[in-house]
């Protein structure tokens, strides 16, 4: 159900002792472009803290990688919602560093 060129996932039930770290933690591939826009579209459409039926659909539709959690689902979240919010830096002088001009 993945678009061409998307990176080989396996299944839910495929996960369980595969793709483990040495520190036993999981392995989920990093988020692409296309899954970031594709995850805010089903959020803005379900409505935050709605992970459940959020991650469902994200797979239905084959926009979110099966590996995902919830909890993984949030987190991104909270990490895309926070580099939005963030304030540009200064720098020793006291310009901004990031303003294009």
Known sequence: MWHA???EWT??????????SATGRRRNPKWSKAEEKAFERLVNTY??????????????????CPNRSEVDLKDKWRNMTKKKNRAPRRSAEGFCDNVVS
């Open 5 to 7: 060129g998307a990176p």
């Open 47 to 64: 409505g935050q803290g709605m992970w459940k039926q959020i991650m469902v659909a994200g797979r239905d539709e084959g926009v979110i």
């Open 11 to 20: 299944s839910s039930s495929a996960r369980r002792g595969a793709s483990v």
